[in-house]
């Protein structure tokens, strides 16, 4: 199977809800960098998630665990990832890997799994879970939980920079409310409307809703994103933005010949930057991509 990352194309960071949480409004797109996951019979009596040069708890792990909580009456898994995406870099690799195991479980009708069982899991697991059950280019609301489906932009493409560094989610989170980054209420609501009335249809994001209001948190905890910013800038791309809480940086490429131009930037940037890559936005019929 295979489970696509994200870019989140816009990222509004709104007040602290009652639950401590940040209420967001963000548009998230997946895109062809992708984990493969294989799904195999265990040899022992419970499943197992192997996921080699990735130490520590896994998500997938977890995701099992709900679905056998859940009635899931399927012999024993062996989950083994190869990891594609970059770790703890704002592409929502570990979600995409969890939401892939969700589809994998969802397509098997005969293995007892109660309808609704994927939905509500998906939420219990992350708030990027849930967008990644069925790859696409979705609004997300709420803490990023409430998810709407939105129709294809206009043609482009991606250029993908991971850095060599990690960053924790609720650690960049942590520090955009020491930073004050949080919109108000009227400014939050506002913008979030004006992003909620993206309905796609083959148009062009508006330029003022491609931006990232937790980019000045990531910077802070990790400097070179700022470097990276620049360097994608000074290639041919249209917008460099960070992707979700970083510290991967993005190109937005426009157009017909936006994928020619990632591809030609990728090369530029992998002599600074090695794992520099270009990708392509994925559709929601099960992640399959706009072109190759």
């Not at 489906?149 to 960049?172: E, M, S």
Request: glycine share 12%; charged share 20%.
């Amino acid at each position: 199977m295979r489970a696509p990352g994200k870019v989140n194309l816009c990222l509004l960071l709104g007040p602290v809800r009652e639950d401590g949480r940040h209420e967001v409004a963000t548009l998230i797109e997946s895109v062809s960098l992708a984990d493969e996951l294989e799904v195999v019979g265990a040899d022992g009596p419970g499943d197992e998630v192997v996921c080699p040069g990735v130490s520590g708890p896994n998500i997938v792990s977890r995701a099992l665990q709900g679905l056998r909580a859940r009635g899931w009456e399927a012999p024993p898994v062996r989950v083994t990832i190869d990891k594609r995406i970059p770790v703890a870099a704002g592409m929502g690799g570990g979600s995409a890997d969890a939401a892939a195991v969700l589809r994998m479980a969802a397509s098997l009708a005969s293995a007892g799994l109660p309808a609704g069982a994927v939905s509500e899991l998906a939420a219990e697991l992350g708030t990027d879970v849930p967008s990644a059950v069925e790859p696409g280019l979705v609004l997300g609301t709420g803490a990023g939980e409430l998810i709407e489906r939105r129709g294809a932009l206009a043609p482009h493409a991606f250029v993908i920079v991971p850095q060599p560094h990690l960053l924790a989610t609720a650690d960049v989170y942590r520090e955009a409310d020491r930073l004050g980054l949080s919109r108000g209420a009227a400014d939050f609501s506002s913008s979030a409307e004006a992003l909620s009335s993206t309905r796609g249809g083959g148009g062009r994001l508006a330029p003022e809703l491609i931006i990232n209001d937790l980019a000045p948190a990531a910077i802070s905890l990790c400097p070179p994103v700022a470097e990276a910013l620049a360097a994608v800038g000074e290639t041919e791309a249209d917008v460099a933005l960070v992707c979700g809480s970083g510290p991967t940086v993005a190109g937005l490429f426009w157009g017909e010949e936006g994928y020619e131009r990632a591809v030609a930037a990728a090369a530029e940037l992998v002599r600074q930057y090695p794992r520099a890559s270009s990708a392509v936005p994925v559709r929601q019929e099960f992640g399959i991509p706009l072109r190759k």
